[in-house]
């Protein structure tokens, strides 16, 4: 399901319910069907001030793809806010040049820089050092009574493998990972309280100003890391330098925290629940990637 912002007033009846209660969050799949099956778009209050809810894979494609259609947008409800009008200008600031929410000609300006970061050499250099992280973290859970797979592997491992390949170094895991839960918390609320809106700009404000610190030492000593690369683009005019180039670091950052840590987790409680699948990867790891993607989609 996705949701897409909408300032028109066409709007059918809002859904009868509301749709994030307590049985939703525990088992969202029924509610997911019975809206799939009732049509493939209805619109509700529930989100970010009022959103079309999308059912149908087909249709939440066409809308990531078609230009007709706004990421720039979903990012404007934080500016209606009157619970917090001017009090989150600095966040709204460094929010809104993220990727995630920039429509073309920045959006695919920005990627592009970002892709050269990502490709499958420079992953692969990363592989023995994930595999040491992994190795470390899992013989900190080594116990009789087994450990919490979450708090010890999958919160942990991500704020590592991102920090690594950002290039940062001698900093606190910590102070990171809760910089991206409160600014995960506040973009995965459908309705963000006023103390989330606060609690994420307060960390995006300290996450800025230690990547504001990074990159300068990488403008002076770069390195093969992906902060090195976003300062290179800087120095070409392929990205800007302020608020674009610090958004970049910030959305790596949480984002990838965030997206990570429920793969980890909900991939290995699937993988639990279905012990026949567990076991053909123990068989065959061959088919891992294909497994991972399917966990994704899942």
């Given at each position: 399901m996705n949701a897409v912002t909408m300032s028109a007033d066409l709007r059918?009846?809002?859904?009868?319910?509301?749709?994030?209660?307590?049985?939703?969050?525990?088992?969202?799949?029924?509610?997911?069907?019975a809206l799939r099956e009732a049509g493939a778009i209805h619109w509700s209050e529930e989100f970010f001030g009022g959103a079309w809810l999308l059912t149908r894979h087909a249709d939440v494609e066409l809308v990531l793809r078609d230009p007709r259609f706004s990421a720039q947008r979903t990012g404007a409800w934080?500016?209606?806010?009157?619970?917090?009008?001017?009090?989150?200008?600095?966040?709204?600031?460094?929010?809104?040049?993220?990727?995630l929410f920039l429509d073309a000609p920045d959006h695919p300006r920005i990627?592009?820089?970002?892709?050269?970061?990502?490709?499958?050499?420079?992953?692969?250099?990363?592989v023995p050092h994930i595999e040491q992280a992994v190795t470390e973290l899992l013989d900190q859970g080594e116990g009789a009574d087994g450990f919490d797979f979450i708090e010890t592997v999958a919160r942990p491992l991500p704020v590592r493998v991102i920090t690594l390949l950002l290039g940062i170094e001698n900093l606190q895991y910590d102070d990171f990972m809760a910089w991206s839960e409160d600014l995960a918390s506040f973009i995965g609320a459908p309705q963000p309280t006023r103390g989330q809106a606060r609690r994420a700009q307060t960390s995006l404000l300290a996450m800025s100003r230690y990547f504001e610190t990074l990159l300068e030492q990488k403008r002076q000593t770069p390195g093969d890391d992906l902060t090195s690369r976003l300062v290179q683009a800087e120095a070409c005019g392929e990205i800007q330098g302020g608020a674009e180039l610090l958004a970049q670091c910030?959305?790596?950052?949480?984002?990838?925290?965030?997206?990570?840590?429920?793969?980890?987790?909900?991939?290995?409680?699937?993988?639990?629940?279905?012990?026949?699948q567990w076991q053909r990867l123990q068989q065959a790891p061959e088919l891992l990637p294909g497994a991972v993607r399917e966990l994704l989609r899942y």
């Open positions: 059918p009846p809002a859904l009868a319910r509301p749709l994030m209660d307590a049985a939703f969050l525990a088992n969202p799949y029924p509610t997911y069907r934080v500016k209606d806010r009157e619970d917090t009008v001017g009090e989150l200008s600095g966040f709204q600031q460094l929010f809104s040049r993220a990727l990627r592009k820089v970002l892709h050269a970061g990502f490709r499958p050499d420079v992953l692969q250099r990363l910030a959305m790596l950052l949480f984002a990838g925290f965030e997206t990570t840590r429920h793969l980890l987790g909900s991939g290995l409680q699937a993988l639990l629940a279905h012990p026949d």
